[in-house]
């Protein structure tokens, strides 16, 4: 069964700093999707970067970015300059190509410190 | 404005009863989908449907039944033998081409009383 893993529960980052989300997955496939979505207070969900398994370079949105490590199965999410409203319960999520079903880990809580 | 709505934004429900939470999507997206989420936790879909009039379990589908009998529409339906219903529920739709991006409803609170 695939299973996404986001190890810290919670974290914190001073504004203007960068902050780095860890995620990893295990799957026994090689075609795949990965999204980092972001749940601010309002509860919505808001995507924020996706990534291809088949693409080498990793995505970039502004100021996110991720760093895919196909062979370690590891997708972490950089956030740069953190700004008061990056504050939010991030979420990772694995989607198998063609299929249906988007599996997502149990998210991290970041906290800006102004 | 193309987007999705979930009515109501709270709902409360005395135990025994059955409650239907409404999705609707203008997107013109062929998938909806439903997930439950709790605190502490991440979303676990409960059904979802790629075409009208088809619709597949999830991982979490006891105590709950849907129906999809337009392409617009994905009503989810909280029967009474959900032991555990209190939870926020999120409505999703994919419009299954290569971008594979799920967009999200703003989602219904349900409380049993």
């Given at each position: 069964a695939q299973t996404v893993t986001q190890s810290q529960p919670e974290m914190s980052v001073q504004e203007a700093e960068t902050v780095t989300l860890s995620c990893t997955y295990d799957t026994s496939e090689s075609d795949y999707y990965l999204f980092w979505y972001k749940q601010p207070p309002s509860r919505q969900m808001i995507l924020v970067i996706r990534q291809e398994a088949y693409k080498q370079q990793n995505a970039t949105e502004n100021r996110f970015s991720v760093n895919f490590q196909k062979a370690a199965k590891s997708f972490s999410l950089k956030i740069s300059d953190?700004?008061?409203?990056?504050a939010a319960m991030y979420f990772c999520a694995y989607q198998i190509q063609g299929a249906q079903k988007l599996v997502f880990g149990q998210g991290t809580r970041l906290t800006i410190n102004p | 404005d193309g987007g999705i709505t979930q009515s109501p934004k709270y709902l409360f429900r005395k135990e025994g009863q059955n409650v239907t939470l409404s999705c609707e999507q203008?997107?013109?997206?062929?998938a909806m989908y439903w997930y439950r989420q709790d605190p502490g936790q991440g979303l676990r879909l409960i059904y979802y449907s790629q075409i009208v009039n088809d619709f597949q379990k999830g991982d979490i589908a006891e105590g709950y039944s849907v129906s999809r009998e337009k392409k617009e529409s994905f009503p989810l339906t909280v029967t009474?033998?959900?032991?555990?219903?209190t939870a926020f529920y999120l409505c999703a739709s994919m419009d299954?081409?290569?971008?594979?991006e799920q967009f999200f409803g703003p989602g219904t609170r349900l409380t049993v009383l």
């Open positions: 953190s700004q008061l409203g990056d | 203008n997107l013109n997206h062929d009474s033998a959900q032991k555990n219903p299954g081409g290569s971008y594979n």
